[in-house]
């Protein structure tokens, strides 16, 4: 059964953040860069556990997978059988804090 995809509005805002930038400048590629995070996303739905656990948070609970320049953080509930965006964060930035 595939899993329910949820994202927060961090990470809704990450996307249309993502989408108006590149927008500026060519807005096809910002179609183009949507779409592929979006498929990116889209995988987590048949392998929630694809990406490798966050390095700051060996728990396991959050986990991230790369899309060009983007890491996609989520976290997982086998339990609701969900996967919870949270991030899409540029790699050129500091690391995210997930402290909250």
Same mark, same amino acid.
């Given at each position: 059964m +595939? *899993? @329910?995809? @949820?994202?927060? #509005?961090? +990470? $809704?805002?990450? $996307? !249309?953040?993502?989408g108006? &930038?590149? !927008? =500026?400048?060519? #807005? /096809? +590629? !910002?179609?183009?860069?949507?779409? =592929?995070? $979006?498929? &990116?996303?889209r995988l987590l /739905?048949?392998? #929630? @556990?694809?990406? #490798?656990a966050y390095r700051w948070r060996r728990d396991g609970r959050i986990r991230e997978i790369l899309c060009l320049s983007y890491r996609i953080f *989520?976290?997982?509930?086998? /339990?609701?059988?969900?996967v919870e965006i949270l991030n899409i964060w540029h790699t050129a930035r500091d690391e995210p804090d997930f402290r909250k």
């Amino acid at each position: 059964m +595939a *899993y @329910k995809i @949820k994202w927060t #509005p961090d +990470a $809704l805002r990450d $996307l !249309a953040d993502i989408g108006e &930038h590149i !927008a =500026q400048d060519d #807005p /096809e +590629a !910002a179609f183009k860069v949507g779409n =592929q995070l $979006l498929d &990116h996303v889209r995988l987590l /739905e048949n392998f #929630p @556990k694809i990406g #490798p656990a966050y390095r700051w948070r060996r728990d396991g609970r959050i986990r991230e997978i790369l899309c060009l320049s983007y890491r996609i953080f *989520y976290r997982v509930d086998d /339990e609701r059988q969900q996967v919870e965006i949270l991030n899409i964060w540029h790699t050129a930035r500091d690391e995210p804090d997930f402290r909250k």
